[in-house]
């Protein structure tokens, strides 16, 4: 793409264990997600704590809740792939995570006003989510400009390990900050790594150039073509089965955790904190086997493998009583984060090297739809089924459910495939 303003300099090449960390944009790439990851993890574990410890509301309102933050992916994320497409997604990037941030600080305002209501998270819930649509369809669309396909698998791992390491020491901080502060005012600290997610993003020297939109193009033809390219590819369309399924069930599954914990098993902020920490810790080992495991099992069997072997581990929670054995029950869901890095690595670098430049949004914005939509839809699921069965059985129900995810990318041919096929080249139109 044509940058704007003066040529950067070329990026230096990457050396040793540093890597692409040596390149100042990507830099900036990486402590925005850093700060911004671990604010997402005191959201994940604040917002629905502050619903069922804060004001005591049901299993079913905590499922409307978890809905609510991943809702605005079925109503706007296929219209938001083609509006990204149109725009500088570095800007949407910034822009998005001003937002959350000013949103975020309306649940202690209110808090300390003595004014915050269920109805108040569900509002909060739902802008976030609406930003967090913009925001991560842009992000995963300008990877790829900032680094070069050539890279994209070192740029996922890195920005993964990342994830991880917020996953294992975020809910800590989370659960911490939660006992001491209560579950409102913690949300402020979020709010503030938001902010400073921005900052860091501004300082991205390397600009895009606007993209290019015929005269007269419409959003619904635009969507169409996303839609179809996903589709049209048999291995592309495994994939986006395999993640809808897995999410819809997690959805539902995680629904749950966050009643599960403290009412069955009576555990406090804190102790709930250290069982997520775990999970992140999985998350973190997963970011450090990808390469090897990858280069053992080769990109395509490593997707379905990776999902089959783990999965399985999220069986234990519902099996576990208060004492000892909810720390083995930690253990599986620290399983099922390995796998999901494994998986999640090799199947977003496989899209994101697939994908010409100018469909980029449009196919991350389908992919988003179907996989975040249907956990919006597990959500609420299990926020039924817990006020029908209980969350213990919703637990299990979920858990059963995750555990058959990978069968639509093993009934396709990544079941034999070791390495992926390479984009091809689109055809240049005619002087």
């Not at 917002?47 to 299993?59: G, H, I, K």
């Not at 099992?297 to 493998?305: D, F, M, N, P, S």
Request: charge should be positive; hydrophobic fraction near 55%; glycine fraction near 10%.
């Amino acid at each position: 793409m044509i940058a704007l303003g003066q040529p950067d300099p070329e990026p230096e090449p990457s050396r040793g264990r540093l890597g692409l960390l040596r390149e100042h944009d990507f830099r900036g790439l990486f402590l925005s997600t850093t700060v911004a990851q671990f604010g997402y993890q005191i959201t994940s574990l604040a917002l629905p704590l502050a619903a069922v410890l804060a004001l005591d509301v049901s299993e079913l309102e905590v499922g409307v809740l978890s809905s609510m933050t991943m809702v605005a992916f079925l109503l706007i994320g296929l219209p938001a792939g083609a509006w990204i497409d149109r725009m500088r997604r570095r800007r949407v990037l910034i822009v998005s995570d001003i937002v959350r941030a000013a949103v975020l600080l309306t649940v202690p305002v209110a808090w300390w006003a003595d004014a915050l209501t269920i109805w108040q998270l569900y509002a909060v819930a739902f802008v976030i989510g609406v930003f967090t649509v913009f925001f991560d369809v842009s992000y995963q669309s300008y990877l790829p400009h900032l680094v070069g396909r050539e890279k994209l698998i070192e740029g996922n791992a890195k920005l993964e390990t990342v994830r991880s390491t917020a996953q294992l020491g975020g809910p800590v901080l989370a659960g911490q900050l939660i006992e001491w502060l209560t579950a409102p005012v913690a949300l402020a600290f979020d709010a503030v790594a938001m902010g400073a997610s921005a900052l860091f993003l501004v300082r991205i020297r390397r600009r895009e150039a606007k993209p290019e939109v015929a005269h007269g193009a419409r959003i619904i033809p635009e969507i169409k073509e996303g839609l179809a390219f996903v589709f049209r590819n048999r291995i592309l369309a495994s994939i986006v089965a395999c993640t809808s399924w897995w999410n819809l069930w997690m959805g539902a599954y995680m629904a749950m955790v966050v009643v599960f914990l403290p009412r069955d098993m009576g555990m406090t902020p804190g102790g709930i904190g250290l069982v997520f920490a775990v999970f992140g810790v999985g998350g973190l080992i997963g970011a450090l086997v990808t390469g090897p495991v990858t280069a053992w099992l080769g990109e395509g069997r490593a997707i379905w493998i990776s999902t089959l072997a783990t999965s399985p581990g999220l069986l234990l929670l519902p099996a576990a009583e208060p004492g000892w054995r909810i720390w083995i029950a930690a253990l599986g869901m620290g399983a099922v984060g390995i796998g999901s890095v494994v998986y999640n690595v090799n199947q977003v670098s496989f899209r994101q090297r697939l994908t010409p430049d100018r469909l980029l949004g449009r196919m991350n914005a389908t992919v988003r739809f179907l996989a975040w939509g249907l956990s919006a839809v597990g959500a609420l699921i299990g926020g039924v089924l817990g006020e029908l069965l209980g969350a213990r059985a919703t637990l299990w129900i979920g858990a059963v459910g995750v555990c058959l995810a990978f069968l639509p990318v093993f009934f396709s041919p990544l079941r034999n495939m070791r390495d992926l096929p390479q984009p091809e080249p689109e055809p240049v139109p005619a002087a």
